[in-house]
């Protein structure tokens, strides 16, 4: 069905494959680099969420441990609560949060009003602490922080979702211990509770700082502009040397506190809590950077493949634009001229078409052919009819490579007779017998390339021909008069072996011509290069116990490569220079479309040695 479209139809076709085969890796494209942006701003979400559970619990966390009354008075503003409820209902739905979120308020809210009314609330401001962690832990998960696949915002999204409320709540409970120290302790009357639970709770507090500087020194190392290390790298020095300072201090208690050093010891506490607590909204700020030039990156390079593929759609459109042109009505053309030719056998007429592409090349073969046929006898009529018809395919492919691959040794033959009987003609006597010999060489070839070229397509339009039964023998004799002058010039001898008793086989003379004139050719050329042996042909004949008969052509060539013999019989695979690929190939169809077999095998010793073996015609079954 395909076949009998038009060219310009399959052209149309071939866009539309094109198209969608664009279409298919596009959108998988933008799938992919969509699934990656979603991801990268759901992470930006996330941490943007993070910003307002991070100001809630820096607003927790410096509420005053004392219950002096003026303390107590000090609450966390209704500014707090509006921050963490406007983020809750703007990312808090696609994260699940929102149970613990509301938790989180409540504590607020309880742990406000308590202070507010000067009671002591210092157990509400852990469990504060205890829910603002948990939702932040929350937030990392759903939001794909936790998830992050590159190394800088991956240890920046830990120091922020994780140990920045781990390191502020230790210091809550370091000082919170140091506290009540103050309050039950003395140099003169250590206590149990001076004794180990300040010294752990330091250890724990010293532990999360240096896996906050580890894990910012990991972050510096992913990031390839060091742009990290300008925005927090002194932040976080600040904040690790101020927290050492304050643990500095809290080991100087450990010999025993008293009253008096409160004051002293909220000079360290103070600063290494606000160094955090600004390392926090820092890390958080840089967070939120990397995030957006991710999603930025991502957004453009989607741009920019999405505009490189859709310049080169462009681009193809405008090269099928310019084969329909240069393809597609030239063809129209030569279909045109052909028709004509056709319909009012008028001889005279010729496709006007010129170029050095194939199409150029054919109608110029074209043209040339409709001269020879003018001029040739009148039984050749129908011939040249159905080599006219051969211009009337859509499609220059495999069937214009084969008409020109097989035509050329006939038209070779045409042009060197030609020449040879204008050197007669020259002559001062000029000698017509031979310019008439040589003239009726020309008919012959010319009726031989027309043969070819019906034969040709009649195989590619699958076209049956008239077969009937044919000696070999002088089918062989006939092409090595073909091939005499070619065969003498390269100064290849050769021997034919024909067998007696010859069974004939059930073919089509031209076809079956046209393959021994393929292989005798390829020996002719497998042994132009070779000057260190006997250059000999060798053709034999003979019956096979398959009751059928077996053509050999082997020369003494150089031989064809083992892992290119298989091969050999492809369309378009030569092992030639200047060759098409395209003899063997047809040999092949032709060969099988009778209902035999062809192959190629070494030589002996030297060459290539070419087998047909075609089954005998049986005259009593038709």
Known sequence: MFKNLSTSTKLFVLCLAFVVSVAVPVYALVAEKRIAIDFARRELAGSRYLAAVREAYAAIAVLPISDEPGDRSIAPGDAVLKVLAEAEADAGAGLQTGEL???????????????????????????????????????????NLALDPDLDSYYLQTIVVRLMP?????????????????????????????????????????????????????????NADGSLKRSIGGEVAAMISSVESYLGAVRASAAGVDARDAVPYDRYHAPALENAVRVWAVAQGELDRLLQVRIDTLSGRMRLNLGLIGAFAALSLCLAALTHRHIVRPLRRLEAVAFAVQQTKDYSLRADYKGRDEIGRVADSFNSMLSELAAARAREIAERAEFARVSQLTSMGEMAASIAHEVNQPLHAIVSSGNAGLRWLDNETPDLGRVRTILQRVVRDGLRASEIVGSVRAMFKKEKRARGPLNVKP???????????????????????????????????????????????????????????????????????SDGVLITVEDTGPGV??????????????????????????????????????????GSPHGTRFQVV???????GG
């Not at 406000?112 to 602490?129: H, I, N, P, Q, T």
Request: hydrophobic share 45%; net charge neutral; proline share 4%.
């Open 101 to 143: 979120a509301c938790s989180l308020i409540e504590s607020i809210r309880r742990l406000r009003a308590l202070r507010l009314e000067g009671r002591s609330a210092e157990a509400l401001v852990l469990d504060a602490l205890a829910k603002a962690q948990a939702l932040a832990a929350r937030i990392g998960d759903d939001s």
């Open 166 to 222: 781990t390191l502020v709540e230790r210091m809550r409970q370091v000082q919170r211990a140091f506290e009540d120290n103050v309050e039950t302790g003395s140099p003169s009357s250590p206590s149990r509770l001076r004794e180990v639970r300040l010294p752990v709770l330091a250890g724990l507090l010293r532990s999360t700082a240096e896996e906050i500087s580890g894990s910012a020194e990991a972050a510096f190392r992913g």
């Open 475 to 545: 089918l062989i004799v006939e092409v090595l008069g073909h091939l005499h002058a070619e065969l003498q010039s390269e100064r290849i001898s050769v021997q034919v072996e024909l067998g007696e008793a010859l069974p004939s086989v059930l073919a089509d003379r031209v076809q079956l011509q046209q393959v021994l004139v393929n292989l005798v050719a390829n020996g002719i050329d497998a042994m132009r290069s070779v000057g260190d042996r006997r250059r000999q042909l060798q053709i034999g004949v003979r019956v096979v116990e």
């Open 561 to 602: 490569a083992a892992d290119a013999r298989d091969r050999i019989f492809e369309p378009f695979f030569t092992t030639k220079p200047s060759g098409m690929g395209l003899g063997l190939s047809v040999c092949r169809s032709i060969i099988e479309s009778h209902g035999g077999r062809v192959w190629a095998s070494p």
């Open 614 to 620: 075609l089954p005998a015609y049986d005259a009593g």
